[in-house]
């Protein structure tokens, strides 16, 4: 069963098993606008938690999209190359960015669940 965690800088990250899939929120990309570029991490890299790894630009700005939990990149999203608005319509479905082997699957548990998440959005409102 998968379990989604979330970030302070509105990153969603699915952990299924030895694979965590990492996105933006519905609420980045609703602050974000139209998306109308991905640009994706290699394939083989290692990032640390924290770290930037893609960046997102959308009609009013170019965001980082940070690692939520340290590991090795295995896949990329290619569907966003040709559709980035895909980030919009559906941000923690088909709109995912990138899918890493997570070093420590733990470093999630610091990590905000759904209820925690809202509360910290609303709490920025």
Same mark, same amino acid.
Request: some cysteine; charged content about 30%.
């Given at each position: 069963?998968?379990?989604?965690?979330?970030?302070?800088?509105?990153?969603?990250v699915? +952990?299924?098993?030895?694979?965590?899939?990492?996105?933006?929120?519905?609420?980045?990309q609703?602050?974000?606008g139209?998306v109308?570029?991905?640009? +994706? &991490?290699?394939?083989? !890299?290692?990032?640390a938690?924290? %770290?930037?790894?893609?960046?997102?630009?959308?009609?009013?700005?170019? *965001?980082?999209?940070?690692? /939520?939990v340290?590991? !090795?990149?295995?896949?990329?999203? *290619?569907a +966003?190359?040709?559709? /980035?608005s +895909?980030v919009? !319509?559906?941000p923690?479905? %088909?709109g995912?960015?990138f899918?890493l082997? /997570?070093?420590d &699957?733990?470093?999630?548990?610091?990590?905000?669940?759904?209820?925690?998440y809202?509360?910290?959005?609303? *709490?920025?409102?």
């Open positions: 069963m998968s379990e989604m965690k979330f970030t302070r800088d509105h990153e969603w699915r +952990l299924d098993g030895d694979a965590a899939t990492i996105g933006i929120t519905d609420h980045a609703n602050a974000l139209d109308v570029f991905v640009d +994706l &991490p290699e394939i083989g !890299r290692e990032v938690a924290g %770290e930037a790894c893609a960046v997102v630009e959308s009609v009013k700005a170019a *965001s980082d999209i940070y690692a /939520p340290g590991g !090795r990149i295995v896949e990329v999203n *290619s +966003l190359a040709e559709d /980035p +895909l919009n !319509r559906e923690i479905g %088909e995912w960015f899918k082997e /997570p070093r &699957p733990a470093e999630a548990a610091g990590l905000m669940d759904e209820a925690a809202h509360a910290f959005v609303e *709490s920025e409102a």
